[in-house]
């Protein structure tokens, strides 16, 4: 038997990616023309004012079939990783800043990375050093690395919080199952017994029953998502170039 998420679980299993955008610096010149920008130049435009939660970056691969192949496990349960990156501002970049004049080439050259770069790695806050990851890390390994530079920049447990954010999604999966199967009784209660019948009442009261434990596992939610970010100071990076 195959267990599927329901349709509101499915909505937060997603990796909310950041592309961003080089800025104009010329229109008659290209931007290999003026070099990439300076480590902590780069860093600023990936962390958008107003969002200053921890980078997760990823670097797109041409040999990579899937582009989030460095970060998720095909054949095992990705629910407590995609939860996690919530908590980052998670932020894609092209394969080609390989390239040494593309604007975001220093995001990866910057850094003193041992022999190759990283797919993937965690940035706490400028100036930090990055977690790195190669894209073979196992799930315990990305999720500890995850947990760790959580831990720098909230003052709650993501351990804790992420644990239970999977149970209320346990909650969704059985109420959204349950009203998709209340709903089909009440359309053909309808069809056969007029909507004014006592089963389509009580079909009718038991959906509303559900839309009142929707509304707990909400709160309940939003209760588990907020770890309490902290103020981030932004120093320059030490590696630069």
Same mark, same amino acid.
């Given at each position: 038997?195959?267990? @599927? ?5 499915? #909505? +937060?299993?997603?990796?909310d $990616? &950041?592309h961003?955008?080089? !800025? ?7 931007s290999? #023309?003026f ?5 902590d130049?780069?860093?600023n ?16 691969? /041409? ?5 989030d @192949?460095? *970060?998720l496990?095909?054949?095992l /349960? /990705?629910?407590?990783?995609? %939860?996690?990156?919530k $908590?980052?501002?998670? &932020?894609?970049l092209?394969?080609?800043?390989a ?6 080439? /220093?995001?990866f050259a ?15 806050? !400028?100036?930090?050093?990055? &977690?790195?990851?190669t ?7 990305? $999720? ?5 530079? *959580?831990?720098? =920049?909230?003052?709650?447990n !993501?351990a804790?919080?992420?644990? @239970?954010w ?15 199967? *209340?709903?089909?009784?009440?359309? @053909?209660?309808?069809?056969? #017994?007029g909507?004014?019948?006592? +089963?389509?009442?009580?079909l ?5 029953r559900?839309?009142?434990? =929707?509304?707990?596992?909400?709160? +309940?939610?939003?209760?588990? +998502?907020?770890?309490?970010? %902290? !103020? ?5 990076a030490t590696?630069?170039?």
């Amino acid at each position: 038997m195959t267990f @599927e998420r329901g349709a509101t679980s499915k #909505d +937060r299993l997603r990796v909310d $990616w &950041v592309h961003p955008v080089p !800025p104009k610096r010329a229109v008659e010149r290209t931007s290999a #023309d003026f070099g990439p920008l300076p480590l902590d130049a780069a860093l600023n435009l990936l962390w958008e004012a107003g969002d200053s939660r921890p980078l997760l970056v990823l670097r797109e691969c /041409n040999l990579c079939k899937e582009g989030d @192949e460095a *970060l998720l496990q095909r054949s095992l /349960n /990705n629910d407590r990783t995609l %939860l996690l990156t919530k $908590w980052f501002r998670t &932020v894609r970049l092209p394969a080609h800043i390989a390239e040494a004049g593309h604007p975001f080439h /220093n995001v990866f050259a910057g850094y003193d990375f041992k022999d190759s770069w990283p797919h993937v790695f965690l940035l706490a806050h !400028p100036g930090a050093t990055p &977690v790195t990851f190669t894209g073979q890390q196992t799930q315990t390994q990305l $999720w500890k690395g995850m947990q760790d530079v *959580l831990g720098q =920049r909230y003052t709650k447990n !993501p351990a804790k919080a992420v644990k @239970e954010w999977l149970a209320v999604l346990d909650a969704f999966d059985t109420i959204d199952t349950r009203r998709r199967q *209340l709903q089909d009784q009440l359309d @053909e209660v309808r069809a056969t #017994d007029g909507p004014d019948s006592s +089963r389509a009442k009580k079909l009718t009261e038991g959906l509303a029953r559900l839309d009142d434990e =929707r509304k707990l596992a909400l709160a +309940r939610e939003a209760k588990a +998502r907020e770890l309490g970010l %902290l !103020p981030m100071v932004r120093q320059v990076a030490t590696q630069g170039k």
